[in-house]
């Protein structure tokens, strides 16, 4: 089946809003997605040229007529003795930021520089951290650290993100030591959370004590640990060295160490990443059957539990090449879903990971980091060539995908059991910002009942482990802070998501975060007014910019930015999985 984008071709203005709406054709197919189906994207050209191998030391370029392009990004990563240098330094500095190396370089430590956009003259400069919560899952004290971090170094609230992480904003230079010191001794992290690297591991936030959910749960913290980078540069950066380890499980540490079939630096300090990591950024997510609340084909690999008849794990479809990010008007950029790449037992699903990322590593493009996800890899060679050189580094043959049932969005939101006489509820939270009132009673809650939580892919929460002689109080406690049973809340809101955009992401076009309660609000007139039930709604889905960090492109409705006040609208409802 063809995947393709059109392109902008109207615009309408509405009477009463300076908001501008372009149409844009989204994801298109040509009948409604067959999960196994093929999808292909526009074909990327890929030159022998652009492409080099990942290297495990720093190496002189050889004398050749043609010397392979790299982006800058490239040669930061090569010169900086695995990501210390000069961020090691910079941070040191009595500026209020860092220079264009070190601003690359942070990044794999889980931080972005920004400034405030909207301040005129001098730029006021601070810090995102993103932690790292493989599958969502935030102990106890994890939570009241970040909660504590959040009044004392950030701008007083929490955001949830649509890969289960918080998201600190506001972190100025000088404390940023101090902030990531203080997640690292208190059962978090920040690695990998941006970067070149393998990004949070999704996986079903609901603390379900099933087979299948159990082993997902597992699975993906097995991928996370093997994914994670092994040469310090984290610990050296931030609590100048001292290691803050949790044991691994041992298939998790001889996955890594197993050189078999090529994929290791045999004495590289990464034996996995090299001195240059990957191309781009690369997201995971793993599942159950009919569970698609990880937006399983928008990852660059999609992970499904496959059990028997009586419910037992025993191995693994593995979906390939999804991606979101685009650049407006230029039609060789675009989002892709996954595509099937096979199925492999449940023992060999770590080294079928590590086969896949190092194909990644070793093919995906260097040269422009617009191309570098492996999406565009993928669409280049086709299914079958990049199937062959996976198979190259795993060691064997893929098996045939098995079939799967339709796909469902679960949402988790309300009181559920969780199978061992618990309960858990999730609660909506807009957008992800925990703040106000809300966040003062989330951490009365939290604090006085001991419960451990769940971020969920939809920027909504999850409390763990409530006796049930707790339900009470908890819901009138919560409801009195705005946070409702999700009867009570207008399901536009309910499944609605944007990003932060305005006033501190250097990448917005126009604002998500606080433009999406108006835009709620008139498409809510919009369907009173032609007759649709309140029960009714759609996926609403809105972005500051191409880049889709809130998943527009899988949106019923999407609303992209691009421009001031200015969308284009994704028409993409034929392409939900769910």
Request: with cysteine.
């Amino acid at each position: 089946m063809a995947t393709s984008f059109g392109t902008a071709t109207s615009t309408v203005i509405p009477a009463d809003s300076k908001i501008r709406l372009q149409s844009f054709t989204g994801l298109k197919s040509s009948h409604s997605i067959a999960f196994t189906t093929n999808l292909r994207g526009f074909p990327v050209p890929f030159s022998a040229h652009s492409i080099i191998r990942a290297v495990s030391t720093p190496v002189k370029p050889e004398t050749t007529t043609t010397v392979p392009k790299r982006s800058k990004v490239e040669i930061f990563k090569e010169q900086s003795n695995f990501i210390r240098y000069p961020l090691n330094e910079e941070i040191l500095t009595d500026t209020p930021n860092i220079n264009e190396a070190a601003t690359q370089l942070i990044k794999f430590h889980g931080s972005y520089q920004q400034y405030n956009r909207e301040e005129r003259g001098t730029r006021s400069y601070s810090f995102m951290l993103r932690t790292k919560n493989p599958g969502g899952k935030v102990p106890n004290r994890l939570y009241l650290t970040m909660d504590d971090l959040a009044d004392q170094f950030g701008i007083g609230t929490l955001r949830l993100t649509t890969r289960q992480t918080f998201q600190l904003h506001g972190v100025l230079k000088k404390n940023l030591k101090t902030v990531m010191s203080t997640i690292i001794r208190n059962m978090g992290s920040t690695l990998g959370a941006c970067g070149d690297l393998n990004r949070n591991v999704l996986a079903p936030a609901a603390p379900l004590l099933t087979k299948e959910y159990l082993f997902a749960q597992e699975t993906a913290d097995n991928i996370a640990a093997l994914l994670t980078p092994q040469s310090g540069f984290y610990y050296d950066v931030w609590v100048d060295g001292e290691r803050f380890m949790t044991s691994e499980p041992p298939e998790v540490v001889q996955a890594r160490n197993d050189n078999s079939h090529g994929t290791n630096f045999p004495d590289s300090p990464e034996p996995i990443y090299g001195t240059q990591f990957l191309p781009r950024k690369f997201k995971i997510a793993v599942t159950v059957p009919t569970d698609n609340s990880v937006d399983i084909l928008t990852n660059d690999i999609g992970v499904v539990v496959i059990s028997d008849k009586n419910g037992e794990p025993q191995g693994f479809n593995i979906y390939v090449g999804g991606g979101m990010g685009r650049t407006h008007r230029l039609e060789t950029t675009f989002p892709r879903l996954g595509e099937p790449l096979g199925y492999v037992p449940k023992g060999d699903i770590l080294y079928a990971i590590k086969a896949i990322v190092a194909t990644q590593r070793d093919h995906g493009r260097r040269d422009d980091r617009k191309y570098s996800r492996m999406k565009y890899l993928i669409s280049s060679w086709g299914i079958e060539k990049f199937r062959s050189a996976v198979e190259q580094y795993y060691g064997k043959k893929f098996e045939p995908f098995h079939e799967l049932p339709e796909w469902e969005f679960k949402s988790y939101l309300g009181w559920h059991e969780q199978g061992d006489g618990a309960l858990f509820c999730g609660l909506h939270v807009d957008n992800g910002r925990i703040g106000g009132k809300m966040k003062k009673t989330l951490r009365e809650v939290i604090e006085k009942y001991n419960l451990n939580v769940r971020i969920t892919p939809n920027q909504n929460l999850i409390l763990c482990d409530i006796r049930s002689a707790w339900r009470h109080p908890i819901t009138t406690v919560l409801a009195q802070a705005g946070l409702l049973h999700p009867r009570y809340v207008d399901p536009l809101n309910l499944t609605a998501m944007a990003c932060p955009a305005f006033p501190l992401c250097p990448l917005a076009i126009t604002e998500a975060e606080r433009g999406i309660p108006d835009i709620l609000k008139r498409i809510r007139a919009v369907f009173e007014k032609v007759g649709l039930k309140y029960s009714e709604s759609v996926v609403i889905r809105i972005t500051g910019c191409p880049n889709g960090c809130a998943r527009p492109y899988m949106a019923e409705l999407g609303l992209v930015g691009d421009g001031p006040n200015s969308y284009q609208v994704v028409q993409s409802s034929d392409m939900m999985p769910f």
